[in-house]
């Protein structure tokens, strides 16, 4: 799980904080507007509903007071009934209103059609009259239409302000991912440094600290291939050139004695070409492979395999190849790598110790608990001021016998460092050269 700081801002705590303030201003408006729409259409409907009422109580006298005119007028002066009847069924009070109720009616709350037009009635039974009130439904449908649209007026006209707070809001909070994407896109195809973490929202910091630790591991594979390929080109130039005189002088070779000497040079010469693009690939494939598997390996079992696989070339050179040590050693790792790891540290031993003289591969304890796996040799040795240098890429000793390319250690300790172990370059007490060991801490090898 990617850590984050916490003092760094959320962008969702951001966004809600943000879009919670613009919809409570937003809703803040809209109720003070609502509210003094609804003011004035409340006392808009009050101040019709009393001078109804007034008009209505002034029976025929408000026609000859005002005139027809004047009370025509009147809003809403014909909406509003108001009759009074007696119990006999004559009507004893009519507001003035050119329609009439039927005098049968429901007491309570009704809806009646007279006149050509809805009614809403209310009756009041007295035990001497009765009481009607009515409004047209026209009226009513007409107010509630009003308050509707002066409700929705102000959502319909805040919307648009909500609208463009939001999208300066949203915007607001991405900017710091717009500036990254931005980045991101000015960048080359060679410049894999990694991207600045600062003022990014924490939901956003995981992931680019997952895209710094991946433009890590490229730029570190960009750089060993620069690497390989620059070593590659240096070292294949000189073997190629020794190809060629070979070649020549093959062809100026006049006796078959000649012939047969520049013949075997040049074989050694593609022998050894062959084998630094080997080794150059080795070194190459390991560096690539960062992962390795989690197999126990039996390093006594690995120790007796590479005596076995270089007794023919030992016995070759006249040196005695010895194995010692039969207990199991187990670490983890990958076996084929470990056996080239093995195979060059013996190289490096045969090639080094003269004549007569004697290799020992040995896999065993160390001294802190730890897996070992050592070639050591009768050799002149390593000088102590050149042994970190022969662990350096085509790096030779001064004076070294044989035609190496200085690759063997150099991909010895490319497998040791995948394996999570450190090879040391020491003097071998018993042989009195040189002692190469590959070391393992206690917690990295699983229990025999």
Request: charged content about 20%.
């Amino acid at each position: 799980m990617a850590w984050t700081d916490p003092a760094t801002p959320s962008l969702r705590a951001r966004l809600t904080a943000l879009l919670l303030l613009a919809v409570l201003a937003t809703a803040l408006v809209q109720a003070a507007i609502t509210w003094r729409s609804a003011l004035a259409e409340t006392e808009a409907v009050f101040d019709a509903q009393m001078e109804r009422i007034a008009l209505s109580l002034t029976g025929g006298l408000a026609a000859s007071v005002l005139g027809d005119d004047a009370l025509a007028a009147t809003r809403g002066a014909e909406e509003l009934i108001i009759q009074i009847w007696r119990a006999d069924g004559s009507m004893l009070y009519r507001s003035p209103s050119a329609r009439l109720l039927p005098p049968q009616a429901v007491i309570g709350f009704s809806s009646v059609h007279a006149g050509g037009e809805d009614w809403r009635v209310y009756a009041l039974q007295t035990p001497s009259q009765v009481i009607q009130i009515a409004q047209a439904e026209r009226a009513r449908r007409r107010m509630a239409g009003q308050l509707a649209l002066r409700a929705v007026l102000p959502v319909a006209l805040l919307a648009p302000v909500l609208m463009l707070i939001v999208w300066w809001v949203v915007g607001h909070a991405l900017a710091p991912v717009q500036r990254l994407r931005r980045q991101l896109a000015a960048r080359g195809a060679a410049d894999l440094a990694p991207l600045p973490t600062e003022d990014l929202p924490a939901e956003v910091q995981p992931l680019v600290a997952e895209m710094n630790a991946l433009l890590a591991r490229l730029s570190a594979a960009w750089q060993q291939l620069a690497d390989f390929t620059a070593d590659a080109a240096h070292e294949l130039r000189s073997p190629l050139a020794a190809l060629r005189l070979q070649v020549q002088s093959l062809q100026r070779a006049g006796t078959d004695e000649a012939r047969a000497v520049a013949s075997g040079r040049l074989l050694a010469g593609v022998d050894r070409a062959t084998r630094l693009v080997e080794q150059l690939l080795a070194l190459a494939r390991h560096d690539a492979d960062t992962r390795v598997a989690a197999v126990a390996v039996d390093l006594a079992a690995l120790a007796r395999q590479a005596v076995l696989g270089g007794a023919a070339e030992a016995q070759a050179r006249g040196i005695r190849l010895e194995e010692a040590g039969d207990a199991p050693v187990l670490v983890h790792g990958q076996p084929d790598a470990l056996a080239v790891l093995l195979r060059n540290l013996l190289d490096n031993a045969l090639r080094h110790t003269p004549e007569g003289g004697t290799v020992r591969v040995q896999a065993g304890q160390g001294a802190d608990g730890g897996a070992e796996l050592a070639v050591e040799d009768s050799g002149p040795g390593i000088p102590p001021a050149e042994r970190q240098r022969v662990l350096d890429r085509f790096y030779r000793v001064p004076g070294a016998p044989g035609h190496g390319s200085g690759l063997g250690l150099a991909i010895a300790q490319a497998v040791a460092r995948r394996h999570g172990a450190q090879l040391r370059v020491q003097d071998s007490p018993g042989l009195g050269g040189a002692r190469l060991v590959v070391a393992w801490p206690a917690a990295s090898h699983p229990p025999v």
